[in-house]
């Protein structure tokens, strides 16, 4: 109980002495579990008065008697201490329970997972389906420039701040992981980093084979070889808005775009996606090894390979067993 309830309950327990009946009658419906049967969540507008709250409290069963809780809350003095915003109210809860949530300040947190691979279009499209957000995006954030993870945020705020906190935690990310990178890596800047990583992000999906995925994009890289990563010919078909939707076919290979790495040498103009933590770390400090091809083995991992004999050969088998269907991810295998 805060300090000013305690002086409210002070107060009343003084008026039974001095009003009988009413007192106690009146420190009973403060104390007393409320006429809530089960959970209940409330939102309290900004700008909502003591009645306005009252109110609102009442009609949705939470309170008994919107007087005495406005009494009670001038009384007690935490009336200027109320704060707006999304309750959840557990059922018999007293006024003196509410007043000291409301009080606290104690709101529903809402949670918002961002899966790794997502690019900023799809994430924009996840904080438009949270009706508790509030406001427009001015425009869509960089590609590669939000950090996946799960973020916490109560009702009312807006997607652009929850879009900064990305941003923000994004470029924290990728500045700590790029002043412990390996030595002797073919890229220069943090950006094109982040670029790779967001490759790899797409081509795997096992933990444990990202840093040997990045080690064969590195290897690739230091060769002077396209990187022949299916995904990003997604990317350029697409314009970044989500999945094709089919699979791809060889003229599809042959699409003009910078962010076709079956046309275009080295890497893209900048990430197709906004790649994990670990998949930035794995860029960073990539596996080394003599890989320079990989393609799936039908159980959601990929085979290596060192040559071209040994990558087609894995092909053949990986067709196999997805008779005849293409594989989901690059095979950089063509040349």
């Known amino acids: 109980m805060g300090w000013g309830l305690r002086i409210f309950a002070g107060t009343l327990a003084l008026a ?19 006429p809530l049967e089960q959970v209940e969540t409330v939102v309290i507008p900004r700008g909502s008065g003591l009645e306005a709250i009252a109110i609102t409290l009442g009609e949705s069963g939470v309170i008994g008697s919107p007087l005495v809780f406005v009494a009670a809350a001038k009384l007690s003095g935490t009336f200027r201490e109320l704060k707006a915003g999304e309750y959840q109210f557990p059922a018999g809860i007293s006024i003196e329970g ?50 996946p993870e799960t973020y916490h945020f109560a009702y009312g705020d807006s997607r652009t701040a929850l879009i900064e906190r990305m941003q923000t935690a994004m470029t924290q990310t990728l500045a ?13 800047t943090p950006q094109q980093a ?11 999906g096992v933990a444990a084979e ?22 990003t010919v997604i990317y350029a078909l697409t314009d970044g808005n989500g999945e094709l939707g089919r699979a791809l076919t060889r003229n599809d290979w042959k699409f003009e775009s910078p962010y076709n790495t079956y046309v275009a040498t080295g890497l893209p103009p900048g990430p197709i996606a906004n790649p994990g933590k670990a998949s930035i770390q794995a860029v960073m400090k990539p596996e080394r090894h003599e890989f320079l091809y990989f393609v799936a083995d039908g159980t959601g991992g990929h085979v290596f390979a060192k040559s071209l004999t040994d990558h087609n050969r894995n092909v053949a088998k990986w067709r196999e067993v997805q008779q005849g269907r293409q594989p989901d991810h690059g095979e950089t295998s063509s040349e």
Do not use: C
């Not at 002495?17 to 104390?31: E, K, M």
């Not at 064969?216 to 022949?228: H, P």
């Open 16 to 34: 039974v002495g001095a009003a009988g009946g009413i007192g106690v009658w009146g420190y009973q419906r403060y104390s007393a579990p409320g």
């Open 176 to 188: 700590e992981a790029w002043k412990t990178r390996d030595q002797n890596l073919p890229f220069e």
């Open 210 to 231: 990202r840093p040997r995925v990045a080690g064969v994009f590195v290897n690739r890289l230091e060769a002077g070889m396209k990187l022949q990563s299916d995904p």
């Open 194 to 204: 982040l670029t790779l990583a967001s490759i790899v992000e797409k081509e795997t």
């Open 98 to 147: 509410v007043l000291e949530q409301m009080r606290q300040g104690r709101t529903v947190v809402h949670r918002l997972t961002v899966p790794e691979g997502l690019t900023s279009a799809q994430v924009v499209a996840l904080l438009e389906r949270e009706a508790v957000l509030t406001g427009d995006l001015a425009k869509p954030p960089k590609e590669g420039s939000l950090l």
